[in-house]
């Protein structure tokens, strides 16, 4: 399982000031069904996640794990699932989560609220649960702590 | 009673001119591009509505069904509370014709909301904040404002990967179906111009005008840090004390031309480039942003603009070039030019776009709004060619949200 460790660069003085931000927010306003667990490091987040009712993943709890670059929110975090991913027909069996906004369509006037919205909604609508069909392949090429920022990604289901 | 009706439609017509759109004469079915009134000046317009009146026979005992479409820059509460007042407004007046006065309600409360909602997308500050606010600018198309510092670093860092991708280095998230051409390497501002850039709030691509606006931003920024540097960097040695004797003779000399009057001064508020606001030092709640004199020293570059700033580029800055004024002037101008406009009416300003010479245009003034409230004939100077409408909104900030999760495949084998 990788709980890869991206080289990471400190924060930048822009990024530490808009993480702390962020974060002020998520204490008084966290988006439902998450929590995030509190922890002295800015940098790497871990966000607790539970499915929301009414969905597959109803009263399953999942973690998310965070990680903000040094040119936060230029450039997007890595966001991963550890521990035990959902079964998901996006999300890879070893956490990695295909979702546009994490990589390509990534807007510096997202949050780490925003993202997780986006995740529960993308939990909540699958109608089945399942690992996509190429996950095999894709973790065996993920070894090695491979970040999920590094792959290349293809979107194609727009009904998410 | 329908000639009547027709009338009506016929006077919100003359008065909206381009601005409207009459989709039915009878019963009454219009469109109307409603904005604050800021004199026809488009930098310091924060937001807009299209205001939909759709009546029926029964028109005017029946009041007409309001709608709006197309708002930029209001938000949720704002947008709700617009369309609340416009609708009260024709319950109050069902009986008489109350098509202009449907409008100029709405236009009152656009002036009364004229000030950029929230925060910078980028760094999460408020645009006013009590203690001295930073500069920042508004998307001409979307209406999205950031501060000028939080845009002018992801613009640099776009570049920056837009670089590292066409030289075949690293990949560039942001640039979407980025072309990997023969791009230069000097990263010079000038070919910005083709660089694809999307608003970071809304995906809307930041138009021609915009670039322009950022284009304009950037040199000058440049140029001023350049102008700063290169003062820091005069030596001690050149400072003999014939220099510094040299100096304090050009300055009294300087001094004293200027007290009668004979100096031309640099153009300080050109530093306000279009696009780009300094907001008031005390905002008032509800009142459109003053480009109060003294505002100029908040500005990054401060007073120090060389009087050569090449921030005159004629081409592109027409809609500040009315800001050109020094500051006592202006304050004086301002409001002749106010009352000027509520005597003239419409005509004098039709087809006039983007606030043109006529110096100090811009609101801010206190005795701005409200003046014409209850003048039918009055139309706020902002008749402007209809500007293209996009499908951006104010409800941008989600964007995407929930959205395209999709299903990977990953194409990258090693």
């Not at chain 2, 604050?36 to 069904?65: C, G, H, M, W």
């Amino acid at each position: 399982m990788s709980t890869s460790t991206p080289p990471q660069k400190t924060l930048s003085r822009i990024a530490a000031n808009r993480l702390q931000k962020e974060l002020s927010e998520w204490q008084i306003n966290p988006p439902a069904g998450f929590k995030h667990r509190v922890t002295d490091n800015l940098q790497r987040w871990i966000i607790e996640v539970n499915g929301a009712p009414g969905t597959l993943y109803s009263c399953e709890q999942y973690q998310l794990q965070v990680d903000f670059p040094e040119n936060y929110p230029m450039e997007a975090p890595q966001v991963i699932f550890i521990q035990q991913p959902p079964c998901h027909p996006h999300i890879y069996s070893n956490g990695h989560i295909c979702l546009d906004i994490l990589y390509d369509s990534w807007s510096p006037a997202m949050t780490v609220s925003s993202i997780c919205i986006s995740i529960l909604s993308m939990l909540s609508s699958a109608t089945q649960k399942a690992r996509p069909p190429d996950n095999d392949r894709y973790v065996r090429n993920c070894r090695n702590g491979r970040s999920p920022k590094e792959t290349r990604w293809w979107f194609h289901d727009d009904k998410v | 009673m329908a000639e009547e009706v027709e009338m009506e439609v016929e006077a919100v017509e003359a008065v909206y001119g381009p601005d409207c759109t009459v989709l039915c004469a009878f019963p009454p079915h219009l469109s109307i591009l409603l904005k604050p009134r800021t004199a026809d000046v488009l930098t310091i317009q924060f937001v807009e509505a299209k205001l939909i009146i759709k009546a029926s026979v029964e028109y005017p005992n029946k009041p007409p069904e309001l709608d709006l479409k197309d708002a930029k820059g209001l938000g949720d509460t704002r947008h709700a509370k617009l369309l609340e007042t416009v609708e009260a407004q024709a319950k109050e007046m069902s009986g008489e014709p109350m098509l202009v006065a449907i409008c100029e309600a709405a236009t009152d409360l656009l002036t009364e909301m004229n000030v950029p909602d929230g925060e910078c997308c980028f760094c999460m500050n408020p645009f006013l904040m009590e203690d001295g606010a930073q500069p920042f600018m508004k998307l001409m198309s979307c209406f999205h404002c950031f501060h000028s510092d939080c845009f002018g670093n992801w613009w640099r860092w776009l570049q920056q990967q837009h670089k590292g991708s066409s030289s075949g280095g690293v990949s560039a998230p942001m640039l979407d179906g980025s072309d990997n051409d023969e791009r230069s390497e000097k990263g010079t501002v000038a070919e910005v111009e083709d660089f694809p850039v999307n608003c970071p709030v809304c995906r809307m691509v930041v138009n021609a005008e915009d670039v322009a606006h950022v284009l304009e931003f950037l040199i000058a920024e440049r140029s001023v840090d350049r102008q700063r540097e290169e003062d820091a960097k005069v030596p001690d040695s050149v400072l003999t004390s014939e220099e510094l004797e040299r100096r304090a003779r050009f300055t009294a000399e300087f001094e004293a031309q200027q007290s009668r009057g004979a100096i031309i001064e640099p153009k300080k508020l050109e530093v306000i480039l279009p696009g780009m606001i300094v907001p008031p030092r005390t905002p008032v709640e509800g009142q459109p942003p003053t480009l109060a004199p003294g505002s100029a020293a908040e500005s990054p570059s401060g007073d120090q603009i060389p009087p050569t700033s090449p921030v005159e580029s004629p081409g592109t800055s027409s809609s500040v070039s009315g800001i050109s004024s020094s500051g006592t002037e202006r304050g004086s101008l301002k409001a002749n030019t106010h009352e000027e406009n509520a005597r003239a009416g419409r005509g004098v300003f039709r087809g006039r776009r983007g606030g043109g010479n006529r110096g100090a245009s811009h609101t801010g003034s206190r005795n701005h709004h409200g003046r014409a409230r209850g003048t039918k004939d009055y139309k706020q100077a902002t008749n402007g060619p209809p500007r293209q409408s996009y499908s951006s909104s104010h409800q941008s900030l989600g964007i995407r949200k929930g959205g395209n999760a999709r299903r990977g495949v990953e194409v990258d084998d090693m």
